[in-house]
């Protein structure tokens, strides 16, 4: 019985023996593809870093196995032991491509940016022709809101690579995402069914360009009403002031009648707690006697929708004349000239170019209107509105006005 016992305990003893011998003996290899198969089929991060520890353990001169392990430890949200690795392997080899690429995606993923940027110049001093390495310096300019550089690098490579499609690709993206002039057109054609016997015909030109400090734009404005000819020179910016504030400015004048002689606006923009904005503002306008107006507006963003209600104030003939105008836009991509957009109010706008003639503003009125704006491509935006105002002209006597407009802007 003692000898059956003895046979036992070795045979056991032998297969434990026997397995812990075949463990250690797996190769780094083969604990890299298992940890590998770790991540890919099972995410299971903490197993594939075990498994890659033990692979160091026996081959710490293994580069492969030191990055895979910063991978995982960079995927794992543990920057400071990914740095180890990285390093670990780039004292011994600086010129490493996997290890300079893997210690770029770790701190631009981690909004390092000035350091992945660091990263990849030095990489490039070893592989100046790698097309990888020059598209991710161009994603980490742009992020770094570098647009022209980002171009010229961009330019630079194609110059010595004429084909690579991925540069060229980019180049495209680049260019378009920075345009920053555009030339716009524009036509309104208004009709009525009592108050005028003719149309109102009006065309537009504008030159924009959008600078480092403000969006500036200067228009051209020709009108065609009570079959006289006349011309409106405006100008229009929106500075940024600080973060979450901003302004409009603008100016116009004219010497034709049909046209206000001078207008000016200003009104401040501020975000709020909560998606909302606020805007505060006057508006001047001189025909043949002055007019003032002050502009009061709360909005609020909801997800792609904006929503917002305007009013302009003012005193006039004894009392204060006042005007809403509720407002939404429903924004289709990440463009704001990309949209569609209703309206309705009561009351005289001063913003409205359609009007913009001197008129009792004690007097009733009610309006609705629908536009859209859509780019059919990067550079090209076309533009539609259409409206609906019955204004009384005169005391208890209505008429209805029916207003179309149309434009197309070319960014480049």
Known sequence: ??????????????????????????????????????????????????????????????????????????????????????????????????????????????????????????????????????????????????????????????????????????????????????????YTFSSFDKRFAQPWHMANFSYGRVTPFATLNFQVNYANRFNTNGVEFETNSYPAITNGLYAYVGAAFSNSSIFSRHRFGVSLYKSLPLSFEAEGGVRYLKFNSATILYVVGMGRYFGNSFFGLRSYIGPGDGQFSKSFNLYSRFYLSDDRNDYFGISGGTGFSPDDRARNIDINRNLKSLKAGIEYSRNVTKRLIISGSASYLNEEYSTATFGNQFTISAGIQHRF
Request: avoid cysteine; proline fraction near 4%; hydrophobic fraction near 35%.
């Open 1 to 186: 019985m003692r000898s059956i016992l003895r046979s036992t305990l070795i045979m056991l003893l032998s297969l434990v023996s026997t397995g812990a011998f075949s463990q250690q003996n797996i190769s780094s290899d083969d604990l890299l593809k298992s940890a590998q198969s770790a991540i890919r089929q099972e995410k299971n991060y903490p197993k594939a870093i075990s498994l890659l520890k033990t692979a160091i353990s026996q081959s710490p001169d293994y580069s492969d196995l030191r990055i895979m392990l910063g991978r995982v430890y960079t995927w794992s949200d543990s920057p400071d032991s990914a740095r180890t690795q990285f390093q670990a392997v780039l004292q011994k080899d600086p010129a490493n491509e996997d290890a300079l690429n893997a210690s770029f995606d770790l701190e631009y993923w981690n909004k390092n940016l000035p350091r992945s940027l660091e990263i990849v110049d030095q990489a490039l001093k070893h592989y100046p022709n790698s097309e990888e390495l020059v598209l991710k310096k161009v994603k980490v300019l742009s992020a770094l809101e570098k647009p022209q550089a980002a171009i010229d690098v961009t330019e630079s490579f194609i110059r010595k690579n004429p084909e690579s499609k991925e540069a060229l690709k980019s180049l495209r993206s680049l260019k378009d995402a920075n345009l920053k002039n555009n030339i716009t057109y524009g």
